[in-house]
């Protein structure tokens, strides 16, 4: 896979500790950089994705019923 060479300003603090955690990992900062970046992406598409889908199903007016809710709605204030 081809590689292009990416430059951005990140502040010292954050710095130090990506090369901490690189130093820990035995890797070098690149490839911190790169696995941060990947479980970005998978997180942000993941978002979307799922974003996307209940947009979809609202326009075609698939919503909840009030028993789904309440179902839901007690399983998350136990």
């Known amino acids: 896979m081809k590689k292009d060479t990416i430059t951005f300003r990140l502040d010292q603090d954050k710095k130090k500790i990506l090369d901490a955690i690189a130093a820990t990992m035995e890797r070098d900062r690149a490839y911190v ?46």
Request: net charge negative; no cysteine; aromatic share 14%.
């Open 33 to 78: 950089l790169n696995e941060a970046v990947e479980e970005f992406i998978e997180l942000h598409q993941w978002q979307f994705a799922h974003i996307q889908k209940g947009i979809e199903e609202a326009d075609k007016e698939k919503f909840a019923t009030e028993d789904e809710i309440r179902t839901a709605f007690k399983k998350w204030t136990k």
